[in-house]
Structures are given as structure tokens and as C-alpha cells.
Antibody, heavy 121, light 106 residues
Framework: EVQLVQSGAEVKKPGESLKISCQGSGFSFSDYWIGWVRQMPGKGLEWMGIIHPFDSTTRYNPSVEGQVTISVDKSINTAYLQWRSLKASDSAVFFC??????????????WGQGTLVTVSS | EMVMTQSPATLSVSPGERATLSCRASQSVYSDLAWYQQRPGQAPRLVVYAASTRATGFPARFSGSGSGTEFTLTISSLQSEDFAVYYCQQYFSWPRTFGPGTKVEI
């Protein structure tokens, strides 16, 4: 069974750093792009970026590039989303998902359960 | 950036009725379009990809159609579990983009 299990909810202060994770199982992790999607409170979905575990090739949405870092550790089938300095506007639910594209990101067929990030002073 | 729009924003239907959801792309995405269902408090689920191919686990009452810039997701005979928000997403150009969603409510 394909599963993506994300790390738990986080409460942080502005300026703090954060790294959330997404561990895949039930499939060959290094063969699939893994993506991240943001959902701000009460809002829609925003495609943030994807990474390929085989060689760590990454593509970002320009709207978040430079604000977050997507990384991967293929030895433990885990992808990460990281912030160096959080802002209140980073508060959202973040989903990881497996992408079905072979050569590049396409659509997401399996999703993690989501990680709620709350940034508040 | 490819802009995706969806209409209506909210669709009120009764169980057993048909729901027709629309998605429009600002430029042609050919058939590189997916639909997702998101129930409250849950992660999205893939419903349709390649504009008209139903994903595993979704019954035949879900059907996708269209190409180019105009797409439709039709749910015939709505069941209680179908009431949710539906998003379209294009994967023809970078960055990939989602539509704002259509809420299907009772």
C-alpha cells in the first residue's frame, strides 16, 4: 500500500526555522517525484514545488522560491520542506504528494495527511 | 503563469442529482489536466487525470471531459460522500497551477 506519512503539527514563532518531513512507503521512492502543496486557512491549493529523490532535481513555484527549501534523503525515503525564518503568513497546512510524472512533475496520485504549521508570536 | 478558473464557486445540489463543474485555462493545456476532491479536514484525492481518465477508486458516476482550455467534471447522481470541494490542476506548463475550487454542497 502506497503511503506518505507526514510529521506532526508545529507551532513556531516568527523568525524561527522549521523542517517538516514526508516519509514514503509501499513504492519505490527513488522512482517518483515528490511534491509539496500549501493550503492556507480556508483557501485553495497552491503547488509549491517538486523534487526527484534519484538526483535531488528540484523545481519550485516562483512564488515560493527562495522562501522555502525542498530536499530529500532517499536512504530513508523521506522528503523535507524547510524554512530558515518563518513569518506569520507561512501559517498553513502543507501536503506532500507523490507525482505520477516520469520525466517531470505532472499530477499527484497519493497524498500525505498534511502538516499544520502555525506561526504566531 | 497559467491561470486556472473554476465555476461556479459553489454548487448546491440534492442527492441523486447531476453536478457539472467547469474549469478553464488561460491558455491551452491540451489534455494535461487533473481533478481532485477534498473533503473537509482531509487531504485531496485524485479523481481524474489526462482530462478524462478516472483515477483508481472513483466510480463511473465521475467523468471528465474537455481539452484545450475548457474542461468539465460531471458527477451523475450525487451521493452523500461526493459533497466536497473539487479542484482542477494543469500540468502542461510551469509552475503547475490549481484552480480556486468548486464547493459542491447539499
Amino acid at each position: 500500500e502506497v503511503q506518505l506519512v507526514q510529521s506532526g503539527a508545529e507551532v513556531k514563532k516568527p523568525g524561527e526555522s522549521l523542517k517538516i518531513s514526508c516519509q514514503g512507503s509501499g513504492f519505490s521512492f527513488s522512482d517518483y517525484w515528490i511534491g509539496w502543496v500549501r493550503q492556507m486557512p480556508g483557501k485553495g491549493l497552491e503547488w509549491m514545488g517538486i523534487i526527484h529523490p534519484f538526483d535531488s532535481t528540484t523545481r519550485y513555484n516562483p512564488s515560493v522560491e527562495g522562501q522555502v527549501t525542498i530536499s530529500v534523503d532517499k536512504s530513508i525515503n523521506t522528503a523535507y520542506l524547510q524554512w530558515r525564518s518563518l513569518k506569520a503568513s507561512d501559517s498553513a497546512v502543507f501536503f506532500c504528494a507523490r507525482d505520477r510524472g516520469s520525466n517531470s512533475g505532472e499530477y499527484f496520485d497519493y497524498w500525505g495527511q498534511g502538516t499544520l504549521v502555525t506561526v504566531s508570536s | 503563469e497559467m491561470v486556472m478558473t473554476q465555476s461556479p464557486a459553489t454548487l448546491s445540489v440534492s442527492p441523486g442529482e447531476r453536478a457539472t463543474l467547469s474549469c478553464r485555462a488561460s491558455q491551452s493545456v491540451y489534455s494535461d489536466l487533473a481533478w481532485y476532491q477534498q473533503r473537509p479536514g482531509q487531504a485531496p484525492r485524485l479523481v481524474v487525470y489526462a482530462a478524462s481518465t478516472r483515477a483508481t477508486g472513483f466510480p463511473a458516476r465521475f467523468s471528465g471531459s474537455g481539452s484545450g482550455t475548457e474542461f468539465t467534471l460531471t458527477i451523475s447522481s450525487l451521493q452523500s460522500e461526493d459533497f466536497a470541494v473539487y479542484y482542477c490542476q494543469q500540468y502542461f506548463s510551469w509552475p503547475r497551477t490549481f484552480g480556486p475550487g468548486t464547493k459542491v454542497e447539499i
